[in-house]
Each structure stands twice: as structure tokens, then as C-alpha cells.
């Protein structure tokens, strides 16, 4: 979903050409609990969340969404990453908090209509007109999973990491070894992609294992 983050990873060329290549206009720039509802409504299991635009749905939400949660995830929503390392113009540091079901409408009152400097925005940053609250869910692995269109390749590139989520740029350039690349070729039918059809079956984490393993 985030143009510069899944750029940098694809490693793309400036100089890429294919048949399938020519200019390309972007139409799809969704934020996170959009991206949410998407996968919601095709059976992928995501936290319970809402998203709100003022504080008097804060006050809603909480009472009619998380009536006994303890602690709820506020997260600011702006089309870039880098959102819980972001500092707000207003001196407010991070876009991401975790906090007290009784401190909620606080933090989010101190987000919506602020503006979020994060490593994607520029100096310039993005207004916060929609915060997303979300159940507090414990880790127990966090992984990273993308598909974006690759330039080199002229068609989709599945990019996945097994130390995934957070800070994910940083660790494509400290140890871009463990970023796992897997072209589609969209010529033939997805379900004879040997690369893909490895790694469905084989799964995430031990494709990327081996991936890992292979490059040494």
C-alpha cells in the first residue's frame, strides 16, 4: 500500500522495459483500515477495529465497540509509512499508541487535524483526518507479505520477510539477505508458477527459510 516502503524493496529499475511495460497510473491509494475491511470481506482475519474522524466517535466506538477493553491501539491514517516513528508538528512523537481504554479519546483528539512527519511525507507531512482503533492483540510472530508491481520484471513481485513489520525498510538495507523475492509470471497460469506454487505450499516461513539458506 505504501508507494516509497514496497519501491525500495522491489529494487526498481529506471531502465526496465517489457512487453507488458508502459505508463503506469496509479489509482489505488487506500488507507490501513481500508486495507483492513478489503481483506475482512474476503476471509482474512484481521483485529477489530474502527475508524473515526472526530472525538465524539471516539466516544462512540469505545463504548459500543471496546466496552471491555482494557487497552485499545490508536493509529493515526495517512497514505505513508513510517507512522509509529513519525513525530507530529505539534511535538506529539509517534502515530502509533498503545493505551488505556480511559486515555483513548485523549491521544486520538491530540492526532485528528494534526499533522504526521514520518520518513515518507517529506518535511512538509500529511493531516491526520481519520484515526483507526483497534483491538490490542499479543505477538507471537510478526512477519512482513507484500505483492507489488516490479518494473525490472514487468509484472507482480511477492516480497516477504520473516522478521517483518516494524522498520521493515531499515532491514532491507542492513540485511537485505533476508528479503525474499518471488517473481510471477503472468503468462502462464498462476497455479504452474513453480516459485509461487513453493512457496503456497511450502509456506511462508520455511520457503523464506530456504530462500535464505540458498543465497549463502
Known sequence: MVRGLLGKLAGRSLSAAGKWQQQQLRRLNIHEYQGAELMSKHGINVPKGVAVGSVDEVRKVLQEVFPN?????????????????????????????????????????????????????????????????????????????????????????IIACKKGGTSIEDLAESHPELIVKVPIDVSIDINLNENVKRFLVDGIIDYITQEIENKR
Open 69 to 157: 477493553q482494557s487497552e485499545v491501539v490508536v493509529k493515526s491514517q495517512i497514505l505513508a509509512g513510517g507512522r509509529g516513528l513519525g513525530t507530529f508538528k505539534s511535538g506529539l512523537q509517534g502515530g502509533v499508541h498503545i493505551v488505556k481504554a480511559d486515555q483513548v479519546e485523549d491521544i486520538a483528539g491530540k492526532m485528528l487535524g494534526q499533522i504526521l512527519v514520518t520518513k515518507q511525507t517529506g518535511p512538509q507531512g500529511k493531516v491526520v483526518s481519520k484515526v483507526y482503533l483497534c483491538e490490542k492483540l499479543s505477538l507471537v510472530n510478526e512477519m512482513y507479505f507484500a505483492i507489488t508491481l516490479d518494473r525490472k520484471s514487468a509484472g507482480p513481485l
